[in-house]
């Protein structure tokens, strides 16, 4: 792209479209497909993008008003809302979007290496990165922007500065891969492995791999790893050698590979050698793990393929760093909130951390607490001009700078209120923890400047314990979850005690943001506390007791009403107060469950109450279901969905409107789809947890409770460990202490073998008594070390099978993590 960015007639060729309309002639620089994320800049353009649930062209109007006069649109009925922009018509905005991006990349004349697989993508992606920065300007794809609209977003990054483009590519059904291939045509591929994610819309491995092959259809060079026989089949079966040469590497001994690397422990990490081109190399990596193992052989193949010398390799390989997959988001001292991204600076995912930072409500004030960039190749007084007008876009009211760049160029943030620091030790140093009450937070760094320090003192990270809440999984199972509904239902999420232990505030803010409907709380004081964190969406109270009636009026929070006293009172409470009629309000039948609810017989009185009252207006009738979890209750659901369609029946003849109907809780989702009529009311599903087999597949668990090794220590045999020792140990037993108890929410019946936690991977039993605030695990033969980290629930240990070991659910076992455990949410 020219410095300046595209003229209009040129993009409007590019994305081949029309235009339409015209406005101001200005070039065009920025893209924008979320209209959430919307900051005011000059030349940005505003992409219509229809997706199965929602649809751009409801925003532009809201997009014109905020001040964005660019749009490519679809339908052209939304034209006349956007009197003074230009406006570019197109048949369908994606493949316009991709069109554009294919166009700009075919502009770029250096190499494009393009990353696929299974697993690994985002580390291959950044360690090259690493390895690659100080001989070359490199574009790397932001984060995980690999999908059908992140992948255009990366590729229109490019500018004619950057000497290569590192781009990921990732699929989540068939057909997807030849877009992406269309528009990245990258002259090097990695296939990096294949393993089970994904796979429920594929019918084979082999067509998942030759899926992802696609993308190499123009490859000069593809690397890969031999050891993998399917992908090795797959690349021979499809590729022409003398078109495509097929550079593999293997650690199982496959001497018939490019590159056999041999792998040795070292104290440090690990050793690689092995023979490329005639010579013998070695190099050495600072990690064990497998994973890390595979990712270093792909970027040590593609170094040495691209030529660069063993010593260039070895001292890029000595400084790799873990790559930090998320934005880490904590509670922080005096009601602030941190979002901690201390590990990247690039000026890409500073504006990705801004946009997170931009859509917290729980406080109004926004502080950003960012190092000098390093690593971006760009002249700094063009770089820190940059960065000030992001920030003062953002809507930053304080900004803290730290580092010599950024106090050499503080003049470009005037207007802005700031501070700055030499560097993180002259932060700390001045740093007092009343200046930073009631905020939103960024702490965003290079590594170098290691501002996990200034995360940690901002959050007050004491215990060793956390309940890691994966916000990001939470939008994922949301959207398994709408597959299986009809495009029109609604949802409604509960996210009563406290989101099932997960933070209700946090949870409600990702699903306020991805469009849910509705939320509902138990109790009144829930609701009243989402509101005052910012929570705008509707929101039922499903018990709602009489002596909050009032309060829930005036914080806009809609009562299921499930009595004719409920009622009386709710009404009268309206009658007293000063508020709008009608009021929304939420009918409960009772149909089989038998707690709270109308019953069948008081149906008909209700109807002609609600008929002749104007105070309230009846926006859903709802019943739950007692058992839908399994066939022994199938004959009840069946019969408590005859009496909900007789209630509605009755209810329908007496009300001169609509309401909403719904009855399927989230197994009911699963096992009842035929009962989904207006809306659904999810929970446990959404947390990412469910009894069946099928539908768990498609979930993935949103909290993992995780602690450390506080201490280790060999028992003699004869002796006992804990409170009461019952057992007496038969051998010599080494002993992990672990810092969570019953107090955390661990349930003490899982004591003495009862359940199990993970460990270096391996599953090892509770010994003894679990005690208030610490629990005893044996780990005799697993080579632990103090400090590790112990998972007592999430992906391996998994909730249902703790819960069945204790006789109990999964929700109790999710409600009971106490709230002195600190939550730490990730981003994706
Ligand atoms: C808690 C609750 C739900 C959600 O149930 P899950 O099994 O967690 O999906 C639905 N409806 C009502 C009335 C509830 O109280």
Redesign the pocket.
């Known amino acids: 792209m020219p410095e300046e960015g595209y003229h209009l007639e040129v993009f409007t060729e590019m994305a081949g479209g029309t235009l339409i309309k015209r406005g101001k002639d200005e070039p065009i620089r920025h893209i924008l497909t979320d209209s959430r994320l919307h900051q005011a800049r000059e030349g940005i353009v505003f992409f219509a993008i229809k997706t199965r649930r929602n649809d751009g062209h409801r925003y532009v109007k809201d997009l014109l008003e905020r001040g964005v006069r660019h749009f490519v649109i679809s339908d052209e009925a939304v034209a006349h809302h956007l009197e003074g922009a230009n406006v570019i018509l197109v048949s369908d905005t994606r493949v316009a979007l991709q069109k554009l991006a294919g166009a700009h990349r075919a502009r770029f004349q250096g190499p494009v290496l393009a990353i696929t697989g299974s697993n690994g993508k985002t580390v291959v992606k950044e360690w090259l990165f690493q390895l690659l920065h100080r001989h070359r300007r490199v574009l790397r794809s932001p984060r995980s922007y690999n999908s059908q609209i992140g992948v255009p977003l990366s590729l229109w990054l490019l500018r004619p500065t950057h000497d290569m483009a590192i781009i990921e590519a990732g699929i989540s059904q068939p057909g997807e891969m030849p877009h992406l291939a269309k528009m990245i045509q990258p002259q090097v591929g990695i296939f990096t492995n294949i393993g089970q994610a994904h796979q429920e819309h594929f019918a084979h491995i082999d067509q998942k791999i030759n899926e992802k092959l696609h993308l190499f259809s123009g490859a000069e060079t593809v690397i890969y790893c031999k050891d993998q026989r399917e992908v090795h089949e797959a690349l021979h079966a499809r590729f022409d050698h003398t078109r495509t040469s097929l550079l593999s590497w293997s650690i199982q001994g496959d001497q018939s590979a490019h590159f056999c690397i041999h792998i040795a422990p070292t104290p440090e990490g690990t050793l690689l050698s092995g023979t490329y081109a005639g010579r013998k190399r070695k190099v050495n990596l600072a990690f064990t793990d497998s994973a890390s193992v595979e990712n270093a052989c792909h970027c040590w193949l593609y170094l040495l393929h691209e030529g660069f010398s063993d010593r260039d390799i070895a001292s890029g390989f000595a400084q790799l760093t873990p790559i930090a997959m998320r934005l880490e988001q904590l509670d922080g001292v005096l009601g602030s909130t941190v979002i901690n991204d201390a590990y990247n600076s690039d000026f890409t995912s500073l504006e990705i951390a801004l946009g997170q930072l931009g859509i917290q409500r729980k406080n109004s004030h926004h502080t950003a607490i960012v190092s000098d960039l390093v690593q971006t190749g760009e002249p700094p007084e063009q770089m820190y001009r940059r960065m000030a007008d992001l920030i003062r876009s953002n809507g930053i009211h304080t900004f803290i700078g730290v580092g010599p760049g950024l106090c050499a160029h503080q003049h470009f943030f005037e207007g802005l209120e700031t501070k700055f620091y030499s560097d993180t030790d002259d932060f700390l140093r001045n740093f007092h923890h009343r200046d930073f009450a009631q905020q939103n937070i960024l702490v965003k760094g290079a590594r170098r400047f290691a501002f996990e320090r200034i995360a940690a003192i901002l959050s007050e990270k004491t215990h060793e314990t956390i309940l890691e809440i994966d916000l990001s999984r939470i939008h994922e199972n949301l959207n398994y979850l709408r597959s299986l509904l009809h495009p029109e239902v609604q949802v409604m999420v509960?996210v009563?005690a406290f989101a099932?232990g997960s933070g209700a505030y946090e949870v409600a803010r990702t699903l306020e943001f991805y469009g849910v409907e509705y939320l509902?709380v138990?109790y009144a004081d829930e609701g009243i506390t989402l509101r005052e964190a910012g929570i705008q969406m509707p929101i039922m109270v499903?018990n709602p007791e009489l002596s909050t009636y009032d309060a829930m009026i005036r914080y806009k929070l809609e009562p299921q009403i499930f009595s004719f006293r409920t009622l009386r009172k709710f009404v009268d409470t309206l009658f007293a107060a000063d508020s709008d009629w009608p009021y929304p309000i939420h009918l409960k039948i009772n149909t089989g469950m038998n707690r709270l609810g109308f019953d069948l017989e008081e149906v008909e009185e209700l109807g002609t109450f609600l008929a002749s009252n104007e105070a309230v207006r009846v926006v859903s009738v709802?019943s739950?279901l007692a058992g839908?979890e399994s066939t022994e209750f199938d004959a009840l659901t069946h019969r408590q969905a005859t009496r909900f369609e007789q209630a509605i029946q009755a209810l329908q003849k007496q009300l001169t409107y609509d309401f909403k109907r719904h009855l399927l809780?989230?197994?009911g989702v699963f096992r009842h789809p035929q009962y989904q009529m207006d809306m659904v009311?999810?929970?446990?599903?959404l947390y990412g947890i469910s009894g069946n087999d099928t539908f768990r597949k498609h979930l993935k668990p949103v909290g993992r409770l995780v602690t450390s090794i506080s201490q280790l220590r060999r028992v003699p045999p004869g002796e006992g460990v804990g409170y009461s020792p019952k057992q007496v140990l038969t051998e010599e037993t080494e002993v992990a202490v672990i810092p969570i108890g019953y107090a955390d929410g661990l349930p003490r019946a899982l004591g003495n073998g009862v359940g199990h936690v993970l460990i270096r991977g391996h599953r090892r039993p509770f010994l003894g008594n679990i005690c208030m605030d610490m629990a005893m695990v044996d780990v005799t033969g697993a080579g632990c070390r103090e400090g590790d980290q112990v998972e007592v629930f999430g992906d391996r240990m998994d909730v249902y099978e703790m819960a069945e070991n204790l006789g109990t659910i999964p929700?109790e076992v999710l409600t009971s993590v106490s709230q002195r455990v600190k939550r730490v949410y990730l981003h994706g």
């Open positions: 509960m009563k099932y509902a138990a499903l709802f739950h839908s809780n989230s197994q009311r999810i929970g446990l599903a929700y």
